[in-house]
């Protein structure tokens, strides 16, 4: 059975960090495209970050580009988001997702998601 299960989010002031980690169950993480994506009420859920089976790759929304890092675990088969330099605009519902079916690594065709993890960054 494929379980995700989301944790780290909270709220943090503008500036701020925070690390969110994905604990997967179930299958083998490192032998599936994984990724993070956040949703706003009314608003599409966003790519925000992926990775590619074994690390090889990542790819991140232009809008986090350099200041979130997608990363794994595969000891833990955990994957891990480390968020810097959070602004107000990042406040969204953030969710794992896992196992890519097609189309583009930012996409949202992923047979996988967690339940989600509120971050939310204040001025």
């Known amino acids: 059975q494929v379980q995700l299960v989301e944790s780290g989010g909270g709220s943090v002031q503008a500036g701020g960090s925070l690390r969110l980690s994905c604990a997967a169950s179930?299958?083998?993480?490192?032998?599936?495209?994984m990724g993070w994506f956040r949703q706003v009420p009314e608003k599409e859920r966003e790519g925000v970050a992926v990775?590619?089976?074994?690390?090889?790759?990542?790819f991140y929304a232009s809008s986090v580009k350099g200041r979130f890092t997608i990363s794994q675990d595969s000891a833990k088969n955990t994957m891990y988001l480390q968020m810097n330099s959070l602004k107000p605009e990042d406040t969204a519902m953030y969710y794992c997702?896992?196992?890519?079916?097609?189309?583009?690594?930012?996409?949202?065709?992923?047979?996988?998601w967690g339940q989600g993890t509120e971050v939310t960054v204040s001025s």
């Open positions: 997702a896992a196992d890519l079916r097609g189309g583009a690594p930012l996409g949202d065709a992923y047979t996988y």
């Open positions: 179930g299958f083998t993480y490192s032998r599936k495209w």
């Open positions: 990775i590619s089976p074994g690390g090889g790759a990542t």
